[in-house]
């Protein structure tokens, strides 16, 4: 019990036992009852004496009028040599019930708050994930920018921005660009074949090769073009209900 103070009534002295202590006692008697008071509510409303001396001499008060408080007004409860407060019981368990309501909203706040800091610190993990995807792919892609131009020292200028920006375009969940998802990748042999069909000077001229992504991106008209250029190369193509439309070396 963390409270350490209980009311007192402000027509406390009206109470008729009250009226009656003052009347035989007076102010000293009433005195003596709220001193009785304060050392139960620190006791948890029960003392326990085996002489009125003895608690008399703690309270600094005369023994005598101490019984009388206790015993002649009916302001006290006496049970087995010890006695209590109604009044005060009352309020001690008023006390410890708002003490118990406020520690289980203490504990459904913390709860809660942990639960949001646990769901926060899952969210803020997606989010670092997500970051350090795009940042990988960000650092691949400056990695094979700078391959690009580090190792074909003859090739333009032109030619090795076109052929970086195509084979680094990123698939729709931005986690690999167009060259890492190729079966077989050979950065020298793409670069000759790209300069040779000069691919970036020449919009009318297609890739050497099947390349699905770049299928989907045609009008109907560019898609036959590009179909009787990978026959030309030596594709055909194959249908299959569950892929589709696939082109291979014939």
């Not at 289980?104 to 969210?123: G, P, Y």
């Not at 690009?148 to 084979?167: C, G």
Request: charged letters at 35%; hydrophobic letters at 30%; glycine letters at 2%.
């Amino acid at each position: 019990m963390k409270k350490t103070y209980f009311n007192h009534d402000s027509n406390a002295r009206y109470d008729i036992r009250i009226i009656k202590l003052r009347s035989k006692i007076g102010y000293e008697g009433y005195g003596v009852f709220w001193a009785i008071l304060e050392l139960l509510f620190i006791e948890e409303n029960k003392l326990c004496i085996d002489d009125y001396d003895s608690l008399a001499f703690g309270l600094q008060c005369d023994p005598v009028i101490l019984k009388q408080v206790i015993e002649d007004f009916d302001l006290f409860v006496i049970e087995d040599d010890c006695f209590y407060s109604k009044r005060l019981y009352k309020q001690i368990e008023d006390i410890n019930l708002k003490s118990k309501k406020a520690k289980e909203s203490v504990k459904k706040r913390w709860d809660k708050r942990t639960n949001n800091d646990s769901t926060t610190s899952i969210s803020k993990a997606k989010v670092k994930q997500s970051k350090n995807k795009e940042k990988h792919i960000l650092l691949r892609h400056e990695a094979f920018t700078q391959k690009v131009f580090s190792e074909f020292k003859d090739i333009s200028e032109e030619d090795k921005v076109a052929f970086a920006e195509y084979w680094t375009e990123p698939n729709k969940s931005n986690t690999k660009m167009r060259f890492e998802m190729e079966k077989t990748w050979d950065l020298s042999r793409r670069m000759k074949r790209w300069v040779s069909s000069n691919f970036n000077k020449n919009k009318s001229n297609f890739p050497e090769h099947y390349d699905e992504m770049y299928d989907k991106k045609l009008d109907q008209t560019k898609r036959n073009q590009y179909y009787n250029h990978l026959k030309n190369l030596g594709y055909k193509s194959i249908y299959s209900p569950n892929a589709g439309t696939k082109w291979i070396k014939a």
